[in-house]
């Protein structure tokens, strides 16, 4: 980021200056070891729909790909064919992993001319894919680690999903998943202003929020964390970087096993959390629990909320309020065999902030786990 212009500069963090005009995410992408497991496991698991597919069928002699979505949030799962692909290179040192974050835009030339000219780092210049469906224009820069944002413009394009995708429906049972809530990136000791910075100068989002080690801390470990978000509020970033604890975070534990900085855990919005949690549970998600200590305080940390306490408890649910109104919230465990990624599931209630009153409890739960691995 050695490039700033001084309008950014001058900006104050809290001030978005929303020159990219992002619509939305378009797509998560993993890279994985093996999609047609992948495509299966977000479909029988979390109920996702799966939409369109790319590979050998296709004429995609480079990798198997499959689309899946629910409601508005869209994922994408891809596996190399050969190990020459850089997705076997990718997969190799990081695992299953999120490799692009897309998001939506107007215009990928200027979306790619304005953060690169602002320091940001290019992946590739903007480019067109055309078949009989029309023209697909995208752009990419790096972000944290090797994890890619990529612009989108599908705007003159009318097929499935992209160049070489074809339609592959599949019969869903949803579990209520309708949107990508936030998406948060774990970056190294030190690094979170940096990344801070980059979302700011870079990419024009603003500063929602702000945790320090006095918010995210335990006996243990500790971590601080900052909310960045774009200029209609509907992309949210948290950055998050260990801090000083006495064993290791789970943050550092991240590091080790995906080698670089990445997307730790997506958040997946529901409107009904009790029927959706109900549901992933039945069908093998495993979710982290609190102990049961902390629903015996919970109706005086919260007030009156709308749902069953019980079914809050026996399915596990985090709520937590602020001004604005209250969230209920559950976190599963990693959904590969490396500790890196994780999902949680949102409802929001009003509340538009993550949870802040259920970090400790949290977090002393997810180092109960990082003791049962061996890496506290
Ligand atoms: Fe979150």
Redesign the pocket.
Known sequence: MAILDSKSKSRPITEEGDFLQIKSIDHVRFYVGNAKHAMYYWWKGFGFKPVAYSGLETGNREFASYVLEAGTARLVVSAPYAPSSPLAAHHMVHGDGVKVIAMEVEDVEQAWRETTARGGKSAWAPREEKDEFGIFRTSAIYTYGETLHVFVDRGDYKGAFAPTYRPFERKAESAGLAAI??I?GNVQLGKMNDWVRFYHEVMGFRQLLAFDDKDISTEYSALMSKVMTNGNGRVKF?INEPAEGRKKSQIEEYLDYYLTPGAQ?I?IATGDIIKTVTELRERGIEFLRVPDTYYEILPERVGSIKEDLKAIHDLGILVDRDDEGYLL?I?SRPIQDRPTMFI?I?QRRGAKG??KGNFKALFESIELEQERRGNL
């Open positions: 809530d936030h948060v948290p855990h958040a919230q976190f949680e949102i993550f949870g």
